[in-house]
């Protein structure tokens, strides 16, 4: 997933009304006009939400016949989740930087300075298009 | 999983020497860069609260610039910052670091809030909670293979 597609997927689910569609979505699968009925907006407003929706992947529209019928893909979520989860791992790289960088410090300016503080940083392996930044 | 990232770490040295190594440039370049490039990062910075600083990371892909303003700078317990990025959806987050004293060491805790209101939002929700762990699981399932 690009960071477009990120951008998609998190501009997508920062709207309540949206949030419930795929809140409802994860009970079964529904036609456009029965989630128009559940909610308090119109049907025009509902495929609206529903098109921002497709557009980051976060729904299948499949058309049976006359119905329109959407189904939940919940695999960009995780892209979400992973986006929360580099920043962690981020965070937890920098402490341990850091603390190398104050313990070569610590230790005087010897020529082990510049390897500690690059060196716990070495054996990490980052995911194909970046960490958190 | 929450809204807030949260991470911590004792580490043996004095919270005022931990402290003035996140506001002192020089020092900032050396640890607050990416890991694989072994370039130090560029940083810019004016550290009183209101002032501004700038984190250029560089690795593999290019480089990842940082924006964000200081909002507390309490020597040597607490230090709270803005933190924008593009990977912050273009919006300020904001890194709260505090420095608890520990026998000869500190615990410097770093809590990332704010972090894009979409993402935060979506693991607020009760319900997708599980779903998200599910997800989470799942995906930890497929880099493993």
Do not use: C
């Not at chain 1, 499949?62 to 981020?90: C, N, P, T």
């Not at chain 2, 990025?85 to 060491?105: M, W």
């Amino acid at each position: 997933m690009g960071e477009h597609q990120l951008d998609a997927v998190l501009s997508a689910v920062a709207d309540p009304t949206r949030r419930a569609i795929l809140d409802r979505l994860r009970a079964g699968d529904a036609r456009v006009t029965d989630l128009a009925s559940a909610f308090p907006i119109s049907l025009n407003s509902t495929s609206k939400h529903i098109k921002v929706l497709e557009r980051a992947e976060l729904v299948h529209r499949e058309v049976r016949g006359r119905d329109h019928v959407l189904s939940l893909r919940a695999e960009a979520l995780g892209e979400a989740v992973a986006w929360m989860q580099q920043y962690r791992e981020f965070w937890e790289q920098r402490l341990e930087a850091l603390e190398a960088f104050v313990l070569a410090g610590d230790a005087g300016e010897t020529g082990d300075a510049a390897a500690g503080a690059s060196g716990p940083e070495a054996s990490g392996t980052e995911p194909s298009d970046g960490g958190a930044r | 999983m929450t809204a807030a990232v949260t991470v911590s770490r004792r580490i043996a040295a004095s919270a005022e020497r931990l402290f003035d190594a996140w506001l002192d440039p020089a020092a900032i370049a050396q640890w607050m860069r990416r890991d694989d490039s072994g370039r130090p990062s560029v940083v810019v910075s004016d550290p009183r609260v209101g002032g501004t600083y700038s984190i250029t990371m560089i690795d593999r892909f290019g480089e990842n610039v940082h924006v964000g303003a200081y909002r507390v700078i309490d020597r040597p317990r607490e230090l709270e910052f803005t933190w924008r990025s593009e990977h912050t959806v273009g919006i300020d987050s904001v890194v709260r670091v505090t420095f608890e004293p520990d026998g000869d060491g500190t615990v410097v805790e770093v809590h990332h809030t704010r972090l894009p209101d979409a993402a935060a939002a979506a693991v607020h929700e009760a319900g997708w909670t599980e779903l998200l762990g599910r997800l989470e699981r799942t995906m930890n399932g497929m880099e493993a293979a």
